[in-house]
């Protein structure tokens, strides 16, 4: 769980800044100080509310996207109200029937396909569950068979004999011996890496100079590159609920949502991204600029581990820094906690 980061906000100035932020949330639009002193009961006039405005101002929890608006939250003021919500709060507990309706879920795969389906709809954001670590299928072996003399048929095996093809175009016609030394090399240096990682070190040694002068290398990493860049393991990751946020997020610039939906199909990126920001067991939030990553910085995080025995897995959402916090972590963190549950006693 992110730490708390606003002990050193005075109470009555946090008080303020959590209705600020729940206001903003529910309707969308700046808040006055008049509206705050009016409708929140605080027992002071809207002066003084305004002065507690600008000291949250000058601070960097809030500020004013015109000079004769109302205030938003920040990055910070949403951290602050976040951290508030978190403070003294029980474990969660899904719905009985939801629950109910993912143990009656065949196998593992349709556990976690139900989970992002429950996630999105409960939440109204995008919901992802992420397989235990060691069900992550993993590089076993790759051939390549020449179907032609610029055709390529990729043959990729992964743990639990998951297969997959592809047919590429070589830029070069190669024999057959060179398709064989390309596939020698490459089983040999990644052969038990999971499908990610294959990709992340097929990309680092590319870069290095020792690939120009080396042919072999290169021409295997080349062809791997090209092979990797579409085969996707299936049964990893599953995502629902992208049309649900573009209901949430109409003002956003469409190269924002281009960038996160782009991350989405590359399943493999998301789930690299995922397991670089958990930083332990049970629940972690990350909101707008707290993501290393600038294509998650305009959204939120809130995600929880689970368990089926020794084994980790992640069930989250994703979606706007303007999102419904309570009920999404209430949602994320009941689900992880069912989910351990139910692989556990399977």
Known sequence: MVAARSTSVPERDRRILAALVHSYIEQGEPVSSLRLAEQRGFGMSSATVRNVLSRLEEAGFVHQPHTSAG???????????????????????????????????????????????????AAHQIGFAVAPESQVATFRHIDFVALDE????????????????????????????????AANYLNREFAGLTLAKVRDAIEARLREERVLYDKLIQRALTLA??????????????????????????????????????????????????????????????????????????????????????????????????????????????????????????
């Open 150 to 181: 610029r055709r390529v048929l990729v043959v990729l095996v992964a743990t639990g004999g998951e297969i997959a093809h592809k047919v590429i175009e070589l830029e070069e016609a190669l024999r057959p011996v060179d398709l064989q030394q």
């Open 225 to 346: 590159a090209s092979s990797l860049s579409e085969l996707e393991p299936s049964d990893t990751v599953f995502i629902q609920g992208a049309s649900l946020l573009l209901e949430e997020t109409v003002d956003f610039p469409i190269e924002t949502l281009r960038a996160l939906f782009k991350m989405i199909e590359e399943k493999h990126r998301l789930v690299q991204l995922l397991n670089e920001c958990i930083d332990g067991a049970g629940l972690t939030i990350l909101i707008g600029r707290e993501h290393s990553t600038p294509e998650l910085q305009p959204f939120s995080l809130i995600a929880s581990t689970y368990r089926d025995g020794s084994r980790t897995g992640m069930v989250g959402v994703i979606g706007p820094t303007r999102m419904r916090y309570s009920r999404a972590i209430a949602v994320v963190d009941g689900v992880s906690r069912a989910m351990t549950s139910i692989l556990i006693a399977r």
């Open 71 to 121: 205030r938003v939250p920040t990055d910070l003021g949403y951290r602050v109200y976040v951290d508030q919500l978190l403070e003294g709060r029980r474990p969660s507990r899904p719905a009985a029937h939801v629950e109910a309706r993912l143990r009656r879920a065949a196998t593992v795969p349709d556990v976690l396909e139900d989970v992002s389906q429950e996630l999105a709809r």
